[in-house]
């Protein structure tokens, strides 16, 4: 892996990571070509460990010796050896937006192929499945949620925010490389039309995690009972769309007290993971 001296930013060669936005990088276009960027030394540790292939790596020169230490380097040489580890002076890095908050390094990586629901699930118990959250820390959020309490996989519907972008991808501290999610349904104004029956027919019971009269709370028996199960989760403010209830099994809400009706969807995601993989 050779080390490649940059001066300035306006180097076309760091157009990935101080030019294009994160949907440019995905290249819907042109697939074979969609990229997406990893910030800090353990995030792009993570990504490597993931099987992520390396397009090249970002740093100031006073990170070395912990890239080295890390042996994030050795990792990236043999993932790609073709892959170049670009150096640049700080005083340029740091007109990069956040670059400080990175801890030392950024890397660009080759999109990986989309995997289908079924293969995702294969082996799940516990899945997540997140309907319409357009917010990227919430979707870091649960991703990193879902790998510290033990949930298996994660499905995103179509209008849902791409894991992949920078900012989930850095809130969930890597986790969306530890994590199998895939993206289900084909409609975006209504995923569930399809979705719902596709994960019933792959012997999940669903539940929506929502408040209505008829919820059930979260510890009741019922779903100590259930040998698959898909929690869905909705999106601040509006929360799940009323067809989407109408086709889950079930309807749960977490108790509250103190007036409280209801938690950040991040937050209730950790409490669901939590409580049902002590099953």
């Not at 300035?8 to 157009?15: A, G, I, Q, T």
């Not at 293969?119 to 499945?129: L, S």
């Not at 084909?186 to 008829?214: C, E, K, Q, V, Y």
């Not at 809400?253 to 937050?267: F, K």
């Amino acid at each position: 892996m050779g080390i490649t001296r940059i001066h300035h930013l306006e180097d076309e060669r760091l157009d990935a990571y101080a030019r294009l936005t994160d949907v440019q990088l995905r290249s819907r276009v042109e697939p074979s070509r969609a990229m997406f960027i990893a910030e800090s030394i353990e995030v792009i540790s993570r990504a490597l460990d993931g099987g992520m292939q390396p397009l090249s790596l970002l740093s100031a020169e006073k990170y070395l010796p912990s890239l080295e230490e890390a042996g994030t380097i050795q990792k990236m040489q043999e993932a790609n050896p073709e892959a170049p580890l670009f150096i640049a002076p700080e005083d340029e890095l740091a007109k990069l937006t956040g670059f400080e908050l990175t801890r030392g390094a950024l890397a660009a990586f080759r999109r990986p192929p989309e995997r289908s629901v079924e293969e995702v699930v294969r082996d799940a118990r516990i899945v997540a499945v997140l309907e319409n959250i357009r917010n990227h820390t919430n979707v870091g959020l649960i991703f990193r949620s879902a790998a510290g309490m033990g949930a298996d996989a994660v499905l995103v519907s179509p209008a849902c925010y791409d894991p992949l972008y920078r900012r989930a991808v850095r809130v969930s501290m890597g986790t969306v490389f530890q994590v199998p999610w895939a993206r289900i349904g084909t409609n975006p104004h209504n995923w569930a039309r399809d979705g719902i029956p596709l994960l019933h027919d792959l012997g999940f019971t669903t539940a929506a995690m929502a408040l209505s009269d008829d919820s059930i709370p979260l510890d009741d028996p019922l779903l100590k009972e259930c040998g698959k199960l898909a929690l869905v989760f909705g999106t601040e403010g509006d929360g799940l769309a009323p067809a989407t209830i109408s086709r889950c099994d079930y309807t749960v809400r977490i108790p509250m007290h103190h007036g409280v009706d209801s938690l950040n969807v991040a937050a209730s995601s950790a409490v669901a993971f939590w409580e049902l993989r002590r099953r």
